[in-house]
């Protein structure tokens, strides 16, 4: 549920990007981060760990409009994606509006993917919430190493594994390039938003 500071009179959006450890989580909030720097007023917060490049990010506000004479602001966070700090996972979806499934394209990541995805609906359970009542955007990450030979799974497929009940809006992706990045963002976004201007209209 969206955080409402009655005294400044905004209501915080908190987007989650989830998937397996390398996936592409960190690299897309890089790019997002280098893209609206302008629009963003808070510095983006890095934790590194012990095998794993990036905790989360935090504070990444933009403003877009009002709710009821309230400024929406949004935060996105990363989590990580190692196994190890499923805790940590468990507690960055607190209280989380929106998520952004990150999915690696690569063909030997199919499992890990799957694995991510039950994954997240077990962390949410936990907090009594259901994926399927959420807002959700599937980014297919990593699209254009196919440039490069390297075997990757067909969207069709990913769709199947990931997809087929959930029947999230999704974009093949890729965070380094920034291949549908910011559609992924605005996406994410709007139906956020929207989902929170329910609760409180």
Do not use: C
Not at 181 to 193: F, R
């Amino acid at each position: 549920m969206a955080f409402i500071n009655l005294k400044s009179k905004v209501i915080q959006v908190k987007i989650v990007y989830y998937g397996p450890g390398r996936g592409g989580k960190t690299t897309s909030l890089e790019y997002i981060y280098r893209k609206f720097q302008q629009r963003i007023r808070a510095e983006m917060v890095t934790i590194k760990t012990h095998g794993d490049r990036t905790l989360f990010f935090d504070f990444l506000p933009f403003d877009i409009g009002l709710i009821n004479g309230y400024n929406i602001k949004i935060q996105l966070y990363t989590v990580p994606g190692q196994v190890k700090y499923n805790a940590t996972r468990r507690l960055v979806l607190r209280g989380v509006d929106g998520i952004v499934f990150v999915a690696d394209a690569m063909a030997v990541r199919r499992e890990k993917n799957i694995q991510s995805l039950r994954n997240l609906h077990e962390n949410l359970a936990s907090y009594k919430k259901n994926l399927a009542a959420l807002p959700l955007v599937m980014q297919y990450n990593k699209i254009d190493l196919a440039e490069q030979g390297i075997p990757i799974l067909d969207v069709a497929l990913m769709e199947h594994d990931l997809n087929r009940d959930l029947k999230a809006p999704y974009f093949a992706a890729s965070a380094l390039k920034g291949i549908n990045v910011v559609a992924t963002l605005k996406k994410i976004i709007s139906m956020s938003v929207a989902a929170v201007k329910n609760e409180f209209l």
